[in-house]
């Protein structure tokens, strides 16, 4: 699948997309990286983990030879304890169906503001069986950018987040796949 002159590359085994997926985070997070939460070890440990879990995917976009960015999620169900982080009490309605919980999406500077990020996404989700997604943000991405970036795709709040201690809280939001009601 190919837009804006990108190709996206679906992968749901770890091992051949590792070693990029490990380059595009810590050149996108070059800044944070000192911080333990964002260190290159963490992240790892965060990728291993998710990649191990049920649905595991991921679309790597390329620009000819060189990776563009990326975005990862997995099947998240009903008792995940992605749902229990969330400090506001959710309606059994939006936790019970099946949901694409998307984990990380990455684009490397020179390539932002060219439609990869959407491209990247709307490739993910294309290919989903699921009827939802969820992510989290920190609303202080970008001064607030990211977080108005993904309203822009259709994503509501619904409620704050602490994965770990040393994590910064994120605001978890959800939006419909394919036209279902989210």
């Given at each position: 699948m190919t837009s804006a002159g990108f190709e996206?590359?679906?992968?749901?085994?770890?091992?051949?997309?590792?070693?990029?997926?490990?380059e595009v985070y810590a050149e996108v997070r070059a800044d944070?990286?000192?911080d333990p939460h964002y260190s290159v070890e963490r992240y790892g440990e965060r990728l291993a983990r998710h990649a191990s879990e049920p649905g595991w995917e991921t679309v790597v976009a390329y620009d000819?030879?060189?990776?563009?960015?990326?975005?990862?999620?997995?099947t998240i169900e009903f008792g995940?304890?992605?749902?229990?982080?969330i400090t506001s009490p959710l309606p059994e309605s939006l936790t019970?169906?099946?949901?694409?919980a998307l984990?990380?999406?990455?684009?490397?500077?020179?390539?932002?503001?060219?439609?990869a990020s959407i491209g990247?996404?709307?490739?993910?989700?294309?290919?989903?069986?699921?009827?939802?997604v969820t992510l989290m943000v920190n609303p202080l991405a970008g001064d607030g950018k990211v977080h108005s970036l993904y309203e822009t795709?259709?994503?509501?709040?619904?409620?704050?987040?602490q994965p770990s201690p040393d994590s910064p809280v994120l605001m978890a939001m959800v939006r419909a796949i394919a036209g279902q009601v989210a």
């Open positions: 996206f590359r679906h992968f749901r085994d770890i091992e051949p997309v590792w070693d990029t997926l490990i944070r990286l000192h000819g030879n060189e990776a563009v960015g990326y975005a990862y999620g997995n995940d304890r992605y749902w229990k982080r019970q169906i099946p949901t694409l984990k990380e999406i990455m684009v490397r500077v020179p390539w932002r503001k060219t439609g990247i996404h709307d490739s993910l989700l294309a290919a989903r069986s699921e009827t939802q795709w259709g994503y509501r709040d619904i409620g704050e987040s």
